[in-house]
């Protein structure tokens, strides 16, 4: 089955603490992305990934890391959370050219206290 | 910089009404244009997504349209159930697989 895989889905912390929220995909799609979804925000691009090794930000790329050593795998760091960074996260994948669309993971819902 | 626009914000219907969602994009320079569903907490379904060069898109009682010289795009739901009740969101493509999405239109169907 096709699909974009994130864990963990729930995940409580506090200021400061490294965290590390994995996705994985299994439809050798090039391009991933991170998106975090806040109310009256909508849903706002982190960091995407066009291929291996080739990274570049979105639209609210402070306090985030990523990196893409494999194809499959796309982890979003969060190397000092704070509070602000408390949202719902989703990974997504597509092909080039988004000729398919794009595939979302279920979400992972931080809390930073 | 590319923006979108969902109106309304919220539409609340009874069972059985046909009804249509509106979007509407700043700049005409899209890849593609996708339609999804997100339940309260949950991810997002992609419904309908159509390619710059198509004018619409169906599935079921689903039919999403675009025009892309005028920026705008609708999402018609024919024959409305309670099943139906979510949020819906439009997303645009431009460069580099980036997708901007509106703040989505909260759907609910009464029986």
């Known amino acids: 089955e096709a699909q974009v895989t994130q864990n963990p889905r729930y995940l409580i912390t506090v200021t400061g603490k490294k965290l590390t929220v994995t996705c994985s995909q299994n439809?050798?799609?090039?391009?991933m992305s991170w998106y975090r979804q806040d109310p009256g925000l909508g849903l706002r691009q982190i960091y995407y990934?066009?291929?291996?090794?080739?990274?570049d930000k979105g639209d609210v790329p402070e306090g985030y890391k990523v990196s893409r050593k494999e194809k499959r795998n796309f982890p979003l760091i969060l190397e000092s959370p704070s509070p602000n960074q408390t949202s719902l996260y989703f990974c997504?994948?597509?092909?080039?050219?988004?000729?398919?669309?794009?595939?979302f993971g279920p979400g992972t819902r931080l809390l930073v206290l | 910089k590319q923006e979108v626009t969902q109106i309304p914000a919220a539409l609340s219907v009874p069972e059985g009404e046909n009804l249509v969602l509106n979007c509407s994009f700043t700049?005409?320079?899209?890849?593609?244009l996708q339609w999804f569903r997100q339940d309260p907490g949950k991810g997002l379904t992609s419904l309908l997504l159509?390619?710059?060069?198509?004018r619409e898109q169906t599935s079921g009682r689903l039919n999403a349209s675009l025009d892309k010289s005028s920026g705008r795009s609708t999402l018609y739901i024919a024959a409305s159930q309670p099943g139906d009740s979510a949020t819906y969101l439009c997303?645009?493509?431009?460069?580099?697989?980036?997708?901007?999405f509106g703040e989505g239109t909260q759907l609910t169907v009464n029986p």
């Open positions: 997504a994948s597509s092909s080039p050219g988004l000729a398919g669309g794009e595939y």
């Open positions: 439809m050798n799609h090039e391009y």
């Open positions: 990934s066009m291929n291996v090794e080739v990274t």
């Open positions: 700049d005409s320079a899209i890849y593609n």
């Open positions: 159509i390619q710059s060069s198509q």
């Open positions: 997303a645009v493509s431009g460069s580099g697989s980036r997708l901007t």
